[in-house]
T-cell receptor, first 109, second 119 residues
Framework: QKEVEQNSGPLSVPEGAIASLNCTYSDRGSQSFFWYRQYSGKSPELIMSIYSNGDKEDGRFTAQLNKASQYVSLLIRDSQPSDSATYLC?????????FGTGTKLQVIP | GAVVSQHPSWVICKSGTSVKIECRSLDFQATTMFWYRQFPKQSLMLMATSNEGSKATYEQGVEKDKFLINHASLTLSTLTVTSAHPEDSSFYICSAREGSFGRLGAGAFFGQGTRLTVV
């Protein structure tokens, strides 16, 4: 079982819609969770971090964490074509950060 | 966010030569840095965890004698690909977390990546 699992996609949404990206993790000892965006040919960029149960909002992005279900999600409101990228979910303990394989998001104009 | 700088951004080398890639944390100290490799259209693959002042921890299947890692200071880690071959051509990316053993809630920040082409 992979430590962090994501659907590889692609997930296609029309421009202006809400994109919902999901992730599950297996290590109950994970302390913090992250979402990264990676454009093709570029390195990942940290866009959200969350470590408490519930929702965390930052602009058009909302991260959701449910530790009981070992589930993390990222919502992107008012999706734009520029949001088209691969989104990586990651879990972190004191030292190691473990990445999922990423979900490719396509926002259709 | 914190800044991690990686150099060079791309390099072309002849088969059999060695290539050194540098990873620097510019505005924070990083006890631990991570080295990844990514082939086209594939996910990140963790190669090794670089610990300042001690030996790196390599993931299973990664040849430690081929991929030499040195983390001599709290702001610099280097990856040397020795006797490079065409199959080593890939996108190499480093990342670092702030603080000793990583502050809770602190994400890992990535360098720009190095595209290595071995001809």
């Amino acid at each position: 079982q992979k430590e962090v699992e994501q659907n590889s996609g692609p997930l296609s949404v029309p421009e202006g819609a809400i994109a919902s990206l999901n992730c599950t993790y297996s290590d109950r000892g994970s302390q913090s969770f992250f979402w990264y965006r990676q454009y093709s040919g570029k390195s990942p960029e940290l866009i959200m971090s969350i470590y408490s149960n519930g929702d965390k909002e930052d602009g058009r992005f909302t991260a959701q964490l449910n530790k009981a279900s070992q589930y993390v999600s990222l919502l992107i409101r008012d999706s734009q074509p520029s949001d088209s990228a691969t989104y990586l979910c990651a879990s972190g303990g004191y030292q190691k950060v473990t990445f999922g394989t990423g979900t490719k998001l396509q926002v259709i104009p | 966010g914190a800044v991690v700088s990686q150099h060079p951004s791309w390099v072309i080398c002849k088969s059999g030569t060695s290539v050194k890639i540098e990873c620097r944390s510019l505005d924070f100290q990083a006890t631990t840095m991570f080295w990844y490799r990514q082939f086209p259209k594939q996910s990140l693959m963790l190669m090794a965890t670089s610990n300042e002042g001690s030996k790196a921890t390599y993931e299973q299947g990664v040849e430690k004698d081929k991929f030499l890692i040195n983390h001599a200071s709290l702001t610099l880690s280097t990856l040397t690909v020795t006797s490079a071959h065409p199959e080593d051509s890939s996108f190499y990316i480093c990342s670092a977390r702030e603080g000793s053993f990583g502050r809770l809630g602190a994400g890992a920040f990535f360098g720009q990546g190095t595209r290595l082409t071995v001809v």
